[in-house]
């Protein structure tokens, strides 16, 4: 074979690569080549404007491990660090902001403890958020329908949203099945506007801060499933046009679409040590005696 279609030959094996996965162990692939996978999965992407970025570390280091959470809080990085992760993938910032350039974080202690993780480890930290909320059958949003046991195509789409008609049922057994689903994300409770007794054939759902009440109604749902919600606002409209609201923390309706961005790599890069860190519902319901659904 000539030196030219060598190198024509090489060419097309490394664009392979990124496609169909990197299978060598011999030679690992570097944080920068899953990066270049990750983009390649995506036509919608802007890369001018795009926040699925590098945020410390080397991106042309060579990666054995990699773990996949919703966040890359210090408690995660901890978690990764102690069992050698190479590459971290976070879905949402790591610094604070949307862009994770606000200085006004800087001096801050959790940003300090968690740069000064970072630079002592050299793990490498990417944020895939852009590419998978909307890559399609495993990305967040169909994630998010398959977890709620919406299957089959929505009756209604836009780019976050979706409807699904399911058989009837009251708004009350709707979240009592969804809260089932929820606890392995740390969530105990689904909260719910709206009469519990209403009867529903029409879901709406979205994911993270984009899921707005009036466009979901718009859509012909008799309910939707929110996960950012202004309760001055869009609750008491919700109210007021008798349209069930069905609550659920911005990280749990997203955690499912990232266990299957840890399966997606493993499948993609079967070299690769990949872990999946959970970090879902930060919060916990306490009443007067104590907490509500779950011990301490």
């Not at 971290?88 to 300090?112: K, N």
């Not at 789409?157 to 969804?178: C, D, H, I, S």
């Not at 659920?248 to 493993?266: D, F, M, T």
Request: proline letters at 6%; glycine letters at 8%; aromatic letters at 8%.
């Amino acid at each position: 074979m000539s030196p030219r279609n060598l190198g024509a030959a090489t060419g097309l094996l490394v664009l392979l690569g990124f496609i169909v996965g990197w299978a060598s162990p011999e030679s690992p692939p570097t944080a920068r080549d899953i990066d270049r996978h990750l983009r390649a999965l995506a036509s919608w992407l802007d890369s001018a404007k795009t926040v699925d970025t590098f945020k410390s570390g080397n991106p042309d280091r060579p990666v054995k491990t990699v773990c996949v959470s919703w966040m890359s809080t210090l408690r995660a990085l901890e978690k990764a660090r102690d069992i050698g992760c190479d590459l971290f993938i976070t879905h949402e910032p790591t610094f604070y902001s949307h862009t994770d350039d606000d200085p006004s974080f800087d001096s801050d202690r959790a940003a300090v403890e968690k740069r000064k993780l970072l630079q002592e480890s050299g793990m490498v930290v990417y944020r895939c958020h852009d590419v998978w909320d909307r890559v399609p059958e495993v990305g967040i949003l169909d994630s998010w329908a398959k977890e709620l046991g919406f299957v089959g195509k929505p009756v209604a789409q836009k780019t976050f949203y979706a409807v699904y008609e399911v058989p009837e049922v009251t708004v009350g057994e709707l979240a009592r099945n969804m809260a089932s689903k929820l606890q392995p994300y740390g969530q105990e409770a689904v909260q719910v506007v709206g009469d519990p007794k209403a009867q529903v054939r029409r879901i709406a759902i979205g994911t993270g801060a984009i899921t707005n009440a009036k466009e979901m109604f718009s859509m012909g749902a008799d309910a939707a499933v929110i996960t950012e919600v202004t309760y001055w606002r869009d609750v008491r409209w919700a109210q007021d046009m008798g349209f069930p609201l069905l609550i659920v923390e911005h990280s749990v309706s997203e955690c499912p679409g990232l266990e299957n961005l840890a399966a997606y790599l493993k499948k993609k890069f079967p070299g690769l040590r990949v872990e999946y860190i959970q970090e879902g519902c930060p919060f916990r319901l306490v009443g007067p005696a104590g907490p509500l659904s779950r011990s301490e």
